[in-house]
Each structure stands twice: as structure tokens, then as C-alpha cells.
């Protein structure tokens, strides 16, 4: 059995070369996902979970501290409630996957694509006056979205894992405030969590929540030049308040609609996270992201056995807050075990032999760089507290360059097309028109905007759209996406 092991092979295809393939296998072969039986989903392993709670807690984390309550609606939604709000309807309808209901007057029920519809319609009953108000609500769920495309694990799928934060205010201004509120969340989240540096921006009209007022977002750029959308926070103004009823007595004794806002991220910063900091021996972790941040394999010789074993778990206890492993695994060569552990994306390994025994030492290997040290053993707690800090920090700066190196300005078409073609995102003065962003769409075959960024909005005075030569309005990021 261990020989057949020994024969596993780590990953077959390379970054640089076909990151797709590349990609699947890191997804695989670390064992964060696997494909499901059903079409269009995929299986989160243990892994990948472990992962995906420490997102969760972090945020919690935050949303504790934004006053933001947790809570559970219903998968199914009445058919009936996506007729309320047209504009909602009609974005969500290529998506939404129906069920027949014939015990409840023949109308169907939608499988949760997103949850404003269901619930809004609990809000309408919930919100009475100006005291009820402000209401923050998230909820952690599923939703099924009926996808063509193929499976992309963490990336693509019909059925996927998020939260959504749901929010009701008194006035406009409040609500403002709060939607680039949680976006800046989201940034903190990817960053300072997940080492992923983002750019914030707003929507274009074409490309905003369906029935928004406006739609911000956060979006990171990967390695073969597509951008990945990984959060979004919407201004919902007032017409879902109007087309469920929701209303509230204010202070001037009057009834008011109030303003509405909703905002979500994905299992997809998963994905852009493996896609973003992996590399051709598997997967990557962020140390602050990761479930067990060590790894401690003990190089074991018969005649030092059980004092080699011992230091180890000593180890393991002194580094007990970074959920340390320890691989005394018999059958398996040493070499073997480092692979393994590579492919899986342990941030730190930690070897002790017999000579390092005798000189009270252990060898302390990064596994983004591979840089090996030696360290004492009565220091290992503290030296592990500060590079998993400095290993954080390198990551991000590793992807900040790469991310900044790979906008461009692009004054004309001729200048766009070479920029996309070379995997690279555009920055663009636009006019900011539907039909402009329809024509760049096709003339591409799917270069989309994808945002314009917070900060930077307004084009130069007397600047022309690179497409279209009409005055332009804005600056504009443009490149492929997933």
C-alpha cells in the first residue's frame, strides 16, 4: 500500500502553460472540492470548507461589530413575488430554476437565486415605525442559479455557498453611507484575510443588480488576465419597499418608504484566491486564511524514534493556537510527505531529525517561497507569530504588483484590443452607453466593463470615448472575466 502511494503523482499541468487544467487539478488533488454527480454542482471537502468557515468567521466577526443579526429565510420562493419588482424579474429570469406546486394553487415555487423577494416580503410585516429602523440582516445560505456553462469549481456552478446581508434605513444619505460601507468590508476581507488585492468600483448601468439603483463592487484581477467579481454591495432605493409594502410612521407622524440596500460574497473568493497565490506544486494558502497553519514531520530513524516523536508533539503543543500537524505517518518517505503537504498549501513545515534533536534546533520551511532556516526550538512559537505575519504581508505584495502591473490605459480601440489581447485590463475614458458597452461586447466576443473605480470616476474634461469618439463621462476598467 505505501509503495503504491509513493507513486501518486502531484500535479501534471502547469500555471503558465494551461491554467484551466492547472487550475482543476490543484482543486482536486489538494482535495478542497471534487466534482458531484449532479450536473452543474460540485462537492466542497473537508478542505475547502475548513476554509470557507474561517471566511465565515472572520466576517461574522465584522458584522457583530456593524450590529448586523444573522438569520435563515426559506430556499423556495412563491413565483408570484418575482412579479412584484419587474426589473428584478426580469434579471433573474434566464436563472431561476422553478418547481411545480400543485398543492398551493398551482403556483410555482423558485429554487432561492437571491433572497430580496422572500425576504422583503417579512420586512413588509416586521417594520412598523422609525424606531424599527435601522434593520441589518444577513443570511448564510445556498442558492441555485441555472448555469449553461460548464462547471468551474468554487467559480461557476448552479448551486453555490454565499451570504447576503439584506438592510433597511430611514433615509437616502444612511443608506449610501452604508452600501460603500460594506463594500470597504469586503475589501478588508480580501486583503487583509485572503492576501488578494481588489479595486473598488460601480457598476455601469448595464452591468448593475437587477433593480438596484446602483451596484459597487470589489474585483480582483488573476493570472491569465481575467477579472473576477468576488463582492458586491447595492444601493436597492425604495422600489422594493414600494412593490412589497414595506413602510414606516416616521418622526413627523407621516408614512414613508424606506431606502433598501443588499450585499453578498461567495465561495467564488475561494476560487480566486487558488487561482491568485497557487502555484505548480498545489495550493497556496494565505497563513491567516488557512485552517492549520503548520505542519511538524518528524524525520524518524529507529534509534532516536520516541525522542523525535516526543519533541514533536511537544512542538505541536507549545504551537497549539495555529492548529499545528503532525504527519508520523509510518510507510511514507519523508520527501513524499513534503510534497503532500505542499500540494495541500500548509503555509509553514517544521522538520526535526536526530541532528536537529542534538543541536535543540528545527528546520522552518515557507511554502511560498520554499526558503528553509534553521531555527531554536525554544523560540519556534514566536518566530512562527512573525512569519506568518511576513509571509501575509509578501503575498499580497507579490499580488498587488501583478495586479498593478497589468492595468493599462488605453486611449483608443487599436490600443483596447492590444491590451486585452495581451491579458492585461484596460482603463478607458467611456461615454458610459448601453449600446457603446453591447457594441465592445460583441466586437470582443465578451471583454466587458467592470467597473468604475471609487475615486476616480469623472473622465478628463473634453475626453472622447476610445470606442465610440462621443464625449466621455467616465473611467472604466474593461477585460475578460470569469
Known amino acids: 500500500m505505501a509503495k503504491e502511494k509513493e507513486n501518486v503523482k502531484g500535479l501534471t499541468?502547469?500555471?503558465?502553460?494551461?491554467?484551466?487544467?492547472?487550475?482543476?487539478?490543484?482543486?482536486?488533488?489538494?482535495?478542497?472540492?471534487?466534482?458531484?454527480?449532479?450536473?452543474?454542482?460540485?462537492?466542497?471537502?473537508?478542505?475547502?470548507y475548513a476554509i470557507w468557515q474561517n471566511i465565515q468567521d472572520h466576517f461574522n466577526r465584522c458584522l457583530k461589530y456593524r450590529d448586523v443579526k444573522n438569520a435563515y429565510f426559506p430556499l423556495f420562493i412563491p413565483e408570484s413575488f418575482f412579479h412584484k419588482e419587474a426589473q428584478h424579474a426580469e434579471g433573474f429570469s434566464p436563472e431561476v430554476a422553478w418547481i411545480a406546486n400543485k398543492e398551493e394553487g398551482q403556483e410555482r415555487l423558485a429554487i432561492r437565486?437571491?433572497?430580496?423577494?422572500?425576504?422583503?416580503?417579512?420586512?413588509?410585516?416586521?417594520?412598523?415605525?422609525?424606531?424599527?429602523?435601522?434593520?441589518?440582516?444577513?443570511?448564510?445560505?445556498?442558492v441555485v442559479r441555472w448555469e449553461t456553462e460548464a462547471t468551474k469549481l468554487f467559480l461557476r456552478s448552479r448551486e453555490f455557498l454565499w451570504q447576503e446581508g439584506h438592510c433597511v434605513y430611514e433615509t437616502e444619505s444612511e443608506c449610501d453611507a452604508e452600501v460603500k460601507l460594506f463594500l470597504e468590508e469586503y475589501k478588508n476581507l480580501a486583503e487583509e484575510l485572503l492576501a488578494m488585492p481588489v479595486i473598488m468600483g460601480r457598476k455601469t448601468d448595464k452591468e448593475k443588480f437587477a433593480g438596484?439603483?446602483?451596484?459597487?463592487?470589489?474585483?480582483?484581477?488573476?493570472?491569465?488576465?481575467?477579472?473576477?467579481?468576488?463582492?458586491?454591495?447595492?444601493?436597492?432605493?425604495?422600489?422594493?419597499?414600494?412593490?412589497?409594502?414595506?413602510?414606516?410612521?416616521?418622526?413627523?407622524?407621516?408614512?414613508?418608504?424606506?431606502?433598501?440596500?443588499?450585499?453578498?460574497?461567495?465561495?467564488?473568493?475561494?476560487?480566486?484566491?487558488?487561482?491568485?497565490?497557487?502555484?505548480?506544486?498545489?495550493?497556496?494558502?494565505?497563513?491567516?486564511?488557512?485552517?492549520?497553519?503548520?505542519v511538524i514531520v518528524p524525520?524518524?530513524?529507529?534509534?532516536?524514534?520516541?525522542?523525535?516523536?516526543?519533541?514533536?508533539?511537544?512542538?505541536?503543543?507549545?504551537?497549539?493556537?495555529?492548529?499545528?500537524?503532525?504527519?508520523?505517518?509510518?510507510?511514507?518517505?519523508?520527501?513524499?510527505?513534503?510534497?503532500?503537504?505542499?500540494?495541500?498549501?500548509?503555509?509553514?513545515?517544521?522538520?526535526?531529525?536526530?541532528k536537529d534533536l542534538e543541536a535543540k534546533q528545527a528546520v522552518m520551511v515557507r511554502r511560498d517561497t520554499g526558503e528553509k532556516q534553521f531555527i531554536k526550538i525554544a523560540d519556534i512559537k514566536p518566530i512562527i507569530a512573525e512569519?506568518?505575519?511576513?509571509?501575509?504581508?509578501?503575498?499580497?505584495?507579490?499580488?498587488?504588483?501583478?495586479?498593478?502591473?497589468?492595468?493599462?490605459?488605453?486611449?483608443?480601440?487599436?490600443?483596447?484590443?492590444?491590451?486585452?489581447?495581451?491579458k492585461k485590463m484596460a482603463k478607458v475614458h467611456f461615454c458610459g452607453e448601453t449600446g457603446c458597452e453591447d457594441e465592445?461586447?460583441?466586437?470582443?466576443?465578451?471583454?466587458?466593463?467592470?467597473?468604475?473605480?471609487?475615486?476616480?470616476?469623472a473622465a478628463p474634461d473634453g475626453s472622447k470615448c476610445f470606442h465610440c469618439g462621443k464625449s466621455a463621462k467616465y473611467n472604466v476598467y474593461f477585460s475578460r472575466a470569469y
Not at 441589518?136 to 445556498?142: C, D, G, K, Y
Open 13 to 48: 499541468a502547469k500555471k503558465e502553460q494551461d491554467i484551466a487544467e492547472w487550475y482543476s487539478q490543484v482543486c482536486l488533488k489538494s482535495e478542497v472540492a471534487d466534482y458531484a454527480p449532479v450536473k452543474g454542482c460540485y462537492i466542497i471537502r473537508p478542505l475547502g
Open 113 to 142: 437565486p437571491t433572497s430580496e423577494t422572500i425576504m422583503y416580503d417579512s420586512y413588509s410585516r416586521w417594520i412598523r415605525s422609525w424606531r424599527d429602523l435601522p434593520l441589518r440582516i444577513n443570511q448564510w445560505a445556498n
Open 212 to 294: 438596484a439603483n446602483y451596484t459597487l463592487t470589489v474585483e480582483a484581477f488573476m493570472p491569465d488576465g481575467k477579472a473576477l467579481q468576488v463582492g458586491t454591495s447595492h444601493n436597492l432605493g425604495q422600489r422594493f419597499g414600494q412593490a412589497f409594502g414595506i413602510s414606516f410612521l416616521g418622526k413627523d407622524e407621516l408614512s414613508h418608504t424606506p431606502w433598501q440596500s443588499s450585499w453578498g460574497f461567495s465561495t467564488r473568493l475561494i476560487g480566486a484566491m487558488i487561482l491568485l497565490h497557487s502555484d505548480n506544486k498545489g495550493l497556496v494558502l494565505p497563513p491567516k486564511l488557512a485552517p492549520n497553519k503548520v
Open 299 to 354: 524525520i524518524i530513524f529507529d534509534k532516536m524514534r520516541d525522542e523525535i516523536l516526543a519533541k514533536a508533539d511537544e512542538i505541536r503543543e507549545v504551537l497549539s493556537e495555529y492548529d499545528p500537524i503532525i504527519d508520523d505517518r509510518e510507510g511514507y518517505s519523508p520527501g513524499w510527505k513534503f510534497n503532500e503537504w505542499e500540494l495541500k498549501g500548509v503555509p509553514f513545515r517544521i522538520e526535526i531529525g536526530p
Open 387 to 422: 512569519q506568518i505575519e511576513i509571509m501575509q504581508k509578501d503575498m499580497f505584495k507579490k499580488a498587488k504588483k501583478h495586479m498593478d502591473d497589468s492595468i493599462v490605459f488605453a486611449k483608443d480601440w487599436e490600443s483596447f484590443t492590444s491590451v486585452v489581447e495581451n
Open 440 to 457: 465592445i461586447k460583441d466586437k470582443t466576443a465578451g471583454v466587458k466593463s467592470r467597473c468604475i473605480p471609487l475615486g476616480d470616476e
